[in-house]
């Protein structure tokens, strides 16, 4: 199978990042997008690239700043003198994947203006609405540490997010290589694509219609929703479209591990991913998400 | 460590159980069948032991051409005997094959019926007991064939082979269920098919007729011959009577047609007390049944004679032993009116005789009998069971030539010596003495109690007399021995007592008693204690229902059948229980591939990867697991529980 050759071949490109691309083409398989909040030179970039060449996609890069327009983004009109009319330059969000880094520095006008293409997959400039191309997947990054001029993401920018994950540092041995080998950003550019769009177009499809959801696995994950809602840590729980985004997710990770059906650890291994960026936690408890998070989890029955 | 291939012991159980079978059929089938049986047998072991075994065909044609046989030959009165002949044939042609599981199943049923047939001879517990035995074996063969469908080759370490039998857990708790069923069931008041089965018992001790000087030898037998549920009396009134001769011819003593007149000249027995004797008679004495001295009052389950002479015979043919109940009398009785030319008949008799009896003639005839007693006990006579004379004139032999012999010479010649004096006299066969057992409140009595004596018409009344030298007079048992043989009789009696002899009214009086019990309206506490019960057995049933219904909604709510859990539910439920032997525990909140991830063993891991894989499809994609799945998965858990861990101490 394709997918699991890209895998490999990933892996091999990203050393210890194992997880982290695993979650990523998970994102990717469910329609969704992906955050990354990590420190940079962790190799975010690197990631995204080499998942968009590995992929067969195109790829696009947006340098969040705070002067960053909505233009910038989408692309722009201008005038053509010789037709004498307008015409719409495509700006980097068409393009199937773009990485969007440090996006907590863009101005929240320009952070809004990434709503319409990852909820709806379209453009609107100057009235005139313009498809993006499919499959469409945005990574974005955000900086943990630098909160001094930054623009934190409002609930509902971050509800777009699918996932949202670190990379973290890699183990020792695979630092160690890299420093004996150096940067692979040359291989990675040159690298030969694997999947096609039509052959992604078509996981995304199965992934949506052909992963059986048993009705105990959607007890369960009522049963999650439910304690999130009744958490004394939280303020809000988890909302419904949060819930089919984590279910969404992890028919995903059903059809990465060659299941036709979703278990509950499919469940338990996105909700960390899932659901701390989409709850509210009561300001105390902030610092302390992952662990409520896993808190929840973890004591929740899991139905056999 | 020593192992054992399970086909060698299913082996031995096999012809365990089929030896005792054939053995068994020893009482029921002729001498003739039962060696070529028992040699045939032998011939299977003799094969077995050489691998080489009787084709199936030529077994197959053997079996059909004896089955035709015994049909021809088999009528109504010999019906049982010859099923039990052909089975067992028919067992010991099957030993003869190469066997496969299915014939290890013909075995078991060929014996089981042979078993059945056989319950019809042997009255005794240990018959039920080893019945009980049996039953075991027959479950642990059934249950080792299991393994040898699955393997052939099937071997368990020696250490392990107990655990075998705990399959016999079963039978153990069905046969605590069964005897409720024993005693609930309905049951016929007599049997479905009444079989004529000539009885086999060897007769001795007692017969029709009293015959001296053929035997030289009298052996002593210890069977029972019959229990007596009484209270306990005097010894000398132990004689129990069988009965009554008056014809002699010089050897034997039978009983004449004469006598045999009605009961009603038996006079004023109405002051006397009664002894009541329930009896268990085992042996048949010739359709005699044996009563305590004089009965008065008989009953039991079959149409009898009373004679004048106080011998009951049955006129039926009974199937032994046969209950029934009797009063009796022990003192004197009053007179009674008889022909005295009736029991003054007398053979030819030497002149000698005649003349030593004329010499014992006292003034009255109470003195006459005194005399011959006297005579008996002060002329020498000695009382035997070896070497007796055996010639032409047996009775004149032993007064004038050899003074010893057994009960039969005594009594014969003291009714004699009587007869030549003009005194009637008749001699009563039966059984004398007893041993008590206290524990059960009854008499048993032997084989060997068996005795002969005289009773002479004295002024207008029978009277005992014995002339017998007391030698065969019986002690209580003291030897521990016997004190063994006592307890085991007592279990055996009531065994007889309480399931041989339970039959339908005292199933009814039973289920009485249960109704009673319930039922009972005590006029002081009427209300409550009724109230009570009824109101308690209501309450019982209404829990009993919102139980059911609560079952069943809980049933309808999962839409599982909670009684009877599907395939993949009970699979899981056994993995997870396997691997808690080995120290893995799935916590509630742990979903099944996290519970893998725990597991350290790279085998046991490997396993339950495998178990996981195919449990999770019927667990989350909602199908229902098919039984070759299941014997798979099955399979896979075997294999996990013979791992033997490292870690952990069995």
Redesign the interface.
Known sequence: MNLERAFKVLTQFLQGKEKAIELCILCLLAKGHLLIEDLPGIGKTTLALSLAKVLGLSFGRIQGTSDLLPSDITGTSIYNRSTGKFEFHKGPIFNHIVLIDEINRTPPKTQSALLEPMEEGQVTVDGQTYPLPEPFFVIATQNPIEYYGTYPLPEAQLDRFLLKISIGYPPREVEKEILKIGSLKEEIISLESILSEEEILNMQREVKNQI?V????LDYLLDLIEKTRKSAYLLAGLSTRGALSLLLAAKARAYFYK???????DL?EIAPYSLPHRLIFKEEYKSLSKEIVREII?????P? | MKEIKLKNLLLFFTYLISLICILLTFKAIDKFYFSIIIFLFFISLFFEKHQKFCPRLFINIMGIVFILIFLFTTNLSNLLENSLKTLTFLLSLKLLEDKKVRDYLEIYLLCFLILAGCSYFYTNIFFFLLLIGILFLLNTSLFLCLYILEDQNFIIPSKKLLKIFYINFIPFFSLFLSSIFFIFLPRLSSPLFNLNIEEREAKTGFSDQVTIGIFSKIQESNSIVLRVEMEKIDFEYLYWRGITLDYFDGKSWTKSKENTLNFHTLPHFFNNTKIKQTIYLNLPQENYLLTLDKPIIISGNFQYDKDSDLSIKILETKTYPVRYYVYSVISDIGEEKINKKNFLQLPQLRREVEELAKNLKGKSEEETVKNILKFFKESGFKYSLKNLPISTYPLEDFLLKYKYGNCEYFASAMAVLLRINGIPARLVAGYKGGEYNEWGKYYLVREKNAHTWVEVYLNGRWKRYDPTPSGIILTQPSFFKEKIIFVLDLINYYYHKFILDYNLQLQVKILKTFKDYFTKEDIKTISIQTFNKTLLLKIFLVLFFIVIIYLSYLNFKHKTFQFFLPLERKILIKFLKTLKKFGYHKKEEEGLEEFLEKIKDPFLREKSKKIIEILEIYLYKDQTMDIETYQRLKEFLKEIENFNYPYVKS
Request: no cysteine.
């Open positions: 059986y048993s009705e105990k696995i299941r036709d059906f979703v278990i509950p650890e338990k973890e004591s929740t029955k899991v056999i």
